[in-house]
């Protein structure tokens, strides 16, 4: 009898186990897939849909056959996002990458990772512009740090590897060949722009005839000290008169440099001027008024504005130049600078003094 009742009371326990994992389960909530939009006659995603992860990652695009094929938005629980090309699920084409902290790529992406040819925008400024393999810098690109440094060359698995110039804040050209970001041995600019050119025929060229440092002793440099917060401005596209649009271009960006040499002041780079400008709908061509310049200002989020004019008469150019507060719609400052000789020294010395000008 009693070895009856033990297996009675075993088989019971058993039951009531089981009973009670049954209502456990039951009782559970377990996150699963949603899907909500168009499926084909298989029942598989097809068309336009919406899919929702446990994990909170969602999908807001076309599908194909089951896969994300086509346009769409791919958003992460911590707030990074895609939006562009897809191909048999995964990112395959043109699409924006936006990370947490706000950086941002935007280019080619072929099986997922960042393939071709590609902008890489950081935090803090610094941008990289050119080639990409399996999700790093590989082949020719451009470099240019926040602090003004510009690397122009080849790239591999994100360091300068092979033929390349690399300018220095403080006016120092390394041109020649690299290895994992260090200078290996010296060519002459000229003969790392026609290897460049010959390589890649994307690149158009470094636009950087005359070294930095051949006019440094040439200028005079009085200003005071700078302060310990730089201001943050924008330089907008002076406008030309019988000055072609290429060299006005030229000379705007070589005042960029320059004033941000100064330590004065803390440059917004044309790229990213033109992107945000471009994300707004707004075109800076022919921006030449103060109210014109104020608009843009506010919309990049700068201080002050930089813009002006390039003028010739015979021999003699004339750079007009003056700051505008972007909260008041004043000119802080205005200047004029009189050059007479060739353009090429109105680049290497000239943008350069009127830079200091704006300092003072």
């Known amino acids: 009898?009693?070895?009856?009742?033990?297996?009675?009371?075993?088989?019971?326990?058993?039951?009531?186990?089981?009973?009670?994992?049954?209502?456990?389960?039951?009782?559970?909530?377990?996150?699963?897939?949603?899907?909500?939009?168009?499926?084909?006659?298989?029942g598989k995603y097809h068309g336009k849909g919406v899919i929702t992860y446990p994990n909170g990652e969602k999908y807001?695009?076309?599908?194909?056959?089951?896969?994300?094929?086509g346009q769409g938005t791919y958003t992460f629980p911590d707030s990074s996002k895609y939006v562009g090309e897809f191909k048999d699920g995964?990112?395959?084409?043109?699409?924006?990458?936006?990370?947490?902290?706000s950086s941002k790529y935007v280019g080619?992406?072929?099986?997922?990772l960042r393939?071709?040819?590609g902008t890489f925008t950081f935090l803090d400024g610094t941008k990289y512009v050119g080639e990409w393999k399996d999700g790093k810098y590989n082949g020719q690109g451009t470099l240019t740090w926040s602090d003004g440094r510009k690397y122009v060359g080849e790239f591999k698995d994100d360091k300068r590897n092979g033929k390349g110039v690399f300018f220095k804040v403080n006016g120092e050209i390394q041109s020649g060949t690299f290895s994992n970001d260090i200078f290996q041995k010296n060519w002459t600019i000229e003969a790392v722009d026609n290897f460049l050119k010959n390589k890649y025929p994307q690149f158009k060229g470094l636009n950087y005839s005359t070294p930095i440092t051949s006019v440094s002793s040439q200028r005079n440099d009085v200003y005071l000290p700078p302060p310990e917060t730089p201001t943050n401005i924008a330089v907008v596209d002076f406008t030309g008169n019988n000055v072609s649009s290429g060299e006005v271009r030229a000379l705007t960006d070589r005042l960029r440099i320059e004033l941000f040499n100064t330590k004065y002041f803390k440059v917004i780079e044309r790229e990213m001027m033109e992107?945000?400008?471009t994300e707004q709908g707004f075109q800076q061509t022919g921006c030449a008024t103060d109210e014109c310049m104020v608009r843009v200002g506010k919309l990049i989020g700068v201080e002050q504005i930089v813009g002006g004019s390039i003028s010739k008469v015979g021999r003699t150019y004339s750079v007009s130049s003056r700051i505008v507060s972007v909260e008041t719609g004043k000119i802080l400052k205005g200047t004029t600078y009189d050059y007479k000789g060739e353009i090429d020294e109105l680049l290497t010395i000239g943008m350069r003094n009127v830079a200091v000008d704006l300092a003072r």
């Not at 807001?60 to 094929?69: P, S």
């Not at 990112?91 to 947490?100: E, L, S």
């Open 60 to 69: 807001v695009g076309e599908f194909k056959d089951g896969k994300r094929n």
């Open 1 to 42: 009898m009693r070895i009856g009742l033990q297996f009675n009371i075993r088989g019971l326990m058993k039951v009531v186990c089981l009973t009670l994992i049954i209502f456990l389960i039951s009782c559970t909530t377990i996150p699963s897939i949603t899907y909500e939009g168009d499926v084909n006659e298989e």
């Open 90 to 101: 995964l990112r395959n084409g043109q699409g924006t990458y936006t990370f947490p902290d």
């Open 275 to 277: 992107e945000i400008l």
């Open 108 to 112: 080619e992406f072929k099986d997922g």
């Open 115 to 117: 393939n071709g040819q």
